[in-house]
């Protein structure tokens, strides 16, 4: 059984940083791909960005440029370096763990909220 965890969110001013983390148990996380989302309240949660077990990259439009998603195979942990923070950032952020078999692993989640 794979556990993820993910740790700090927080409160930011508008234009601010935060750096999320995300550890995962097991020793086979380098071959797996991984994944942050995101859910506001009232909104479907949403892919933010992707990692590959290869290290190929994606995001969505409206983090590019912004956000930057990287992983540590040394220390199981995928991170998420968020810049230029807006409100519209404001949401509980999820990491996922594309399992094998289709099976999804997913995170306790951690609040980041973005308000002056």
């Known amino acids: 059984q794979v556990q993820l965890v993910e740790s700090g969110g927080g409160l930011v001013h508008p234009g601010g940083s935060l750096r999320l983390s995300c550890a995962a148990s097991?020793?086979?996380?380098?071959?797996?791909?991984m994944g942050w989302f995101r859910q506001a309240p009232g909104k479907q949660r949403e892919l933010v960005a992707s990692?590959?077990?290869?290290?190929?990259?994606t995001y969505a439009d409206s983090v590019k440029g912004r956000f930057t998603i990287s992983r540590d195979n040394d220390k199981n942990t995928v991170y998420l370096q968020m810049n230029s923070l807006k409100p519209e950032d404001t949401a509980v952020y999820y990491c996922?763990?594309?399992?094998?078999?289709?099976?999804?692993?997913w995170g306790q989640g951690t609040q980041v909220t973005v308000s002056s």
């Open positions: 990692i590959s077990s290869a290290g190929i990259r």
């Open positions: 097991g020793n086979t996380f380098s071959i797996y791909g």
């Open positions: 996922r763990l594309a399992g094998p078999y289709g099976v999804a692993y």
